[in-house]
């Protein structure tokens, strides 16, 4: 099933109604993406779950090694691996009840999209949870 991602509009609910992301793939680099990425997105207010099996903490956060771990909601998990991953992520996050699947700038895979689109869990694929934030306040 070829990646369609959600309207403008579906992206901008989403973010406004969202509190808590768990971000997979994590890094507690300040230098790597994630990190700035996540960090952003801390600074804007949401809450961010660490979700890393190779570090302790991340944003002065414990980190957990994966999406079952984590207790509550989950509005957004937001991948920072790379494709060929994303099917297991997805699974995981498919299992856990997440709202919504983000895959980062340059990371799509169509075997994920499908099993998340058969949930019915919205997902987005190719695009930077950060640009689109800035963008839509």
């Known amino acids: 099933m070829k990646v369609k991602n959600p309207t403008d509009i579906q992206i901008k609910e989403l973010l406004e109604e969202s509190k808590r992301i768990a971000v ?3 890094s507690n680099n300040p230098e790597r993406t994630s990190y700035q990425v ?3 997105m801390q600074n ?3 809450e ?3 979700v890393n099996p190779t570090i302790e903490e991340a944003l002065e956060v414990k ?3 994966s999406l079952k771990e984590i207790s509550g909601t989950i509005d957004i998990v937001n991948v920072f691996r ?3 991953y ?3 992520i997805a699974k995981e996050a498919i299992n856990v009840k997440v709202k919504s699947f983000w895959a980062q700038l340059g990371i799509e895979n169509e075997e994920a999209y499908s099993l998340l689109k058969d949930q019915e869990i919205l997902t987005i694929m190719n695009r930077c949870i950060k640009v689109e934030y800035a963008r839509h306040q």
Do not use: W
């Open 24 to 26: 997979v793939g994590l």
């Open 38 to 40: 996540a960090k952003f």
């Open 44 to 46: 804007a207010g949401f």
């Open 48 to 50: 961010i779950i660490p």
């Open 63 to 65: 980190a957990v090694a």
């Open 82 to 84: 790379r494709e060929e």
């Open 86 to 88: 994303l099917p297991e």
